[in-house]
């Protein structure tokens, strides 16, 4: 069976990081844009953080942008995370996703910008999510 695996969640206090990983099961991450993607209590969806299959170029969010930063680590076959400076809007749980489609350039933002059903119909796979709580 396919599925995406998330790891690295849990609690920490305003200002610290944490380290997110994807990993697939049973397939490889290598040719897929992978997005993560959170969502907290009451609030929709959304994309946070998107790596391209096809030429690794990367989009943040500009809630995420400067503090978090997403990498492919092709030894290990996962798409990691790295979240420094957290802040409480960041407590959510954080979801990866793989999409089959070729993006290049900036056009990785249209993974990211996905919302609702067009979000859904368009991953291949998605992950069960890992719990983010930042709060001292």
């Known amino acids: 069976q396919f599925q995406l695996v998330e790891s690295g969640g849990g609690l920490v206090q305003p200002g610290g990081s944490l380290r997110l990983s994807c990993a697939g099961s049973?397939?490889?991450?290598?040719?897929?844009?992978i997005g993560w993607f959170r969502q907290a209590p009451g609030k929709e969806r959304e994309g946070i953080s998107c790596?391209?299959?096809?030429?690794?170029?990367?989009y943040y969010a500009d809630s995420v942008k400067g503090r978090f930063t997403i990498s492919r680590d092709s030894a290990s076959h996962t798409v990691t995370l790295q979240m420094n400076s957290l802040i409480p809007e960041d407590t959510a749980v954080y979801y990866c996703a793989a999409d089959p489609t070729d993006y290049y350039g900036p056009t990785i933002q249209r993974m990211c910008q996905m919302t609702g059903t067009a979000l859904n119909d368009a991953m291949d796979y998605w992950g069960k999510g890992t719990l983010v709580t930042v709060s001292s």
């Open positions: 790596i391209s299959g096809s030429d690794d170029n990367r």
């Open positions: 049973g397939f490889t991450l290598e040719h897929y844009a």
